[in-house]
């Protein structure tokens, strides 16, 4: 059994965001930068999954961005994975879903693999769109929101998030496609002895103009903060002053008393 798992390098979402010189994306300056968290519970059910099989599947992990996601290869392949694929591109962030997907679906065929682990979505454009396209690329079934998740002979059975507190549970025919979401594990930390073996592991360097041609879709109009709001008020004194004072406020800022 042959396994991929798409991962991406994120920002904190602690950081501080602010626009970048071009304003259609952020600035990296003093960013901190991690494997995305929907991502890291794909890299933990493909590492559960060659465990409970008793290692025989190989899995792939495969990044596309700089230099600097190799970091998140790493990790992942400290976490269990048994090889890298950095698809090298320095403006990974102009990219659309639709090029990152069909760059990744480049990658991938004629590599048979039989399941596809991806995050439900990137913490950092949230389009939920790269797993969906992917499939549908390589003509592969696809569940999303998986919560759950049991492979059989021949057939991976998804246990599915919906809304409202609702779930479903789906039937696909491998190969296939699982898109990961909260609350599907607990993404386990790496060990040092396994963060010390992930340094001899192979990670492929390839060029994205090798797998890319095709042009965007859609395009990143603009990237910014919203307006901020005014100040909050504090009132103080006893209730009926209190109450005056918000009556006032009331008459005075909103109209809603008159």
Request: glycine residues 8%; neutral net charge.
């Amino acid at each position: 059994m042959k396994i991929l798992v798409c991962i991406k390098q994120v920002p904190d979402m602690e950081s501080r965001f602010r626009p970048d010189a071009s304003g259609v994306w952020y600035s990296e300056i003093d960013m901190a930068f991690r494997v995305n968290e929907y991502d890291e519970f794909a890299i933990e059910e493909a590492v559960r999954l060659k465990e409970k099989l008793g290692g025989e599947p190989e899995l792939t992990v495969l990044s596309l961005g700089p230099d600097r996601v190799v970091e998140g290869i790493k990790k992942a392949l400290a976490m269990g994975c048994d090889r890298g694929i950095h698809v090298q591109d320095s403006s990974s962030h102009l990219k659309d879903p639709w090029q990152v997907a069909s760059a990744i679906a480049a990658c991938a065929r004629g590599e048979n693999y039989d399941l596809i682990f991806t995050g439900l979505q990137s913490q950092d454009r949230g389009s939920a769109q790269v797993g969906v396209m992917l499939a549908e690329l390589l003509d592969y079934p696809c569940a999303t929101t998986a919560i759950g998740f049991e492979c059989g002979q021949g057939t991976v059975t998804v246990k599915r998030e919906l809304e409202g507190g609702l779930r479903a549970v789906v039937r696909l025919k491998t190969p296939a496609l699982v898109t990961c979401q909260l609350g599907l594990n607990q993404p386990r930390y790496p060990t040092l002895p396994n963060i010390m073996k992930a340094k001899k592991k192979e990670i492929r360097a390839v060029p994205v103009s090798e797998m890319l041609h095709e042009e965007p879709r859609t395009v990143m109009a603009g990237f910014y903060s919203p307006p901020k709001k005014g100040s909050g008020i504090v009132l103080e004194g006893d209730v009926p002053d209190q109450v005056d004072k918000l009556i006032g406020i009331l008459k005075d800022k909103t109209g809603l008393l008159r």
